[in-house]
T-cell receptor
């Protein structure tokens, strides 16, 4: 099956710094990738949809200047959490579209001190 | 707007017993329905999906789900639970026109006791 990877799997950073999370589709090209955020014991919240070569579409309430998404190639999308604060601590999951399916990455746990 | 409901926060079952994790949906038209499983600190793993055809869908790890249009339900089932099935289960739906966003339920934690 299609494989989606994320890097890093976990990251700890100081408040005020920026953190970049990579999402790669390893064996297929993904024209569309999705970024989700999951709080403890809660469901996945879609943050944004990114299409290769164009600007991401953010869901209502998600700050686009805070969560920068770049989908520069058909196999790579990045999420940068800028000026991270403790409330940004969460589990971030990416997903890539392949045909009519979505495949999920293993997630990245971000902890902001 | 489409929505998915998982009425149980947690389901407890003894190993070897059958399990059911409930899901109901509200989607206009004929929905695409999915079940995913999530283990601690991991992403979502696909279990099964309903697109069209037989109402009983068989998926990974011995799981199956039954699509019931009249009750707008898509309950996940397994005849004999394993301790290793303990995880968080998400039901999701998507509209069937174009490629629409997945809408997730709130998740149900399954706890299988030895």
């Amino acid at each position: 099956g299609a494989v989606v990877s994320q890097h890093p799997s976990w990251v700890i950073c100081k408040s005020g710094t920026s953190v970049k999370i990579e999402c790669r589709s390893l064996d297929f090209q993904a024209t569309t990738m999705f970024w989700y955020r999951q709080f403890p014991k809660q469901s996945l919240m879609l943050m944004a949809t990114s299409n290769e070569g164009s600007k991401a579409t953010y869901e209502q309430g998600v700050e686009k200047d805070k969560f920068l998404i770049n989908h520069a190639s058909l196999t790579l999308s990045t999420l940068t959490v800028t000026s991270a604060h403790p409330e940004d601590s969460s589990f971030y999951i990416c997903s890539a579209r392949f045909g009519n399916e979505q495949f999920f990455g293993p997630g990245t746990r971000l902890t902001v001190l | 707007a489409q929505s998915v409901a998982q009425p149980e926060d947690q389901v407890n079952v003894a190993e070897g017993n059958p399990l059911t994790v409930k899901c109901t949906y509200s989607v206009s038209g004929n929905p695409y329905l999915f079940w995913y499983v999530q283990y601690p600190n991991r992403g979502l793993q696909f279990l099964l999906k309903y697109i069209t055809g037989d109402n009983l869908v068989k998926g990974s790890y011995g799981f199956e789900a039954e699509f019931n249009k009249s009750q707008t339900s898509f309950h996940l089932k397994k005849p004999s639970a394993l301790v290793s099935d303990s995880a968080l289960y998400f039901c999701a739906s998507r509209g069937n026109t174009g490629f629409q966003k997945l809408v997730f339920g709130t998740g149900t934690r399954l706890l299988v006791s030895p």
